[in-house]
């Protein structure tokens, strides 16, 4: 069953087969550093890798129904505004945002501060939650409804919120 393999390897230099070993060891110690370092990290930098990463896997899946943001219906509070709620890659963005009038993002991420991928651009309110079981969203729950209430409160607005895939943080907040 080995004997290709046997083969090959008395055809090659070892030199060539120390050289390959190490390369491949060294990429996929690269890949495993850098996903720990997408997970554990909280800057932008990583909220804009885990966007590729994402979009990336979801397209090798052939799936693109999670990029659709859902707009709320009907304007959900007396003093008017918009509420839409998406995923990571949908915040990541810009000109669908614009082109939905968004003016207030509240990313519900892992990522914290970092997940402010438009500075400038929009006014943020992040909220960091893991989603992991055991995280207790109530603190965060509370503080995304205060600030909804804030921003409603204000004046005429469309909060675009979201978390990863836009199914659990998000979608328990709104």
Not at 61 to 81: A, F
Not at 115 to 121: D, M, N, Y
Request: net charge negative; hydrophobic share 45%.
């Amino acid at each position: 069953q080995l004997d290709w393999l046997k083969l090959f390897l008395s055809m090659v230099p070892p030199w060539v087969v120390v050289v390959s070993g190490v390369a491949i060891a060294s990429v996929l110690l690269f890949v495993v550093l850098l996903n720990s370092w997408v997970v554990v990290s909280n800057g932008t930098v990583n909220a804009w890798l885990a966007v590729y990463f994402f979009r990336c896997t979801m397209a090798l899946r052939g799936d693109l129904s999670w990029y659709t943001p859902i707009p709320s219906p009907r304007e959900p509070y007396p003093h008017g505004g918009r509420l839409t709620l998406g995923c990571l890659p949908a915040a990541a963005d810009r000109e669908l945002l614009h082109s939905l009038g968004v003016t207030h993002v509240v990313p519900i991420t892992q990522y914290g501060e970092g997940a402010r991928l438009h500075p400038g651009a929009f006014v943020y309110h992040p909220q960091y939650a893991e989603d992991v079981r055991g995280f207790d969203l109530r603190e965060v729950l509370e503080q995304v409804v205060d600030t909804l209430d804030g921003v409603f409160t204000a004046g005429e607005a469309h909060v675009f919120v979201h978390c990863n895939q836009g199914r659990s943080r998000s979608g328990a907040a709104v």
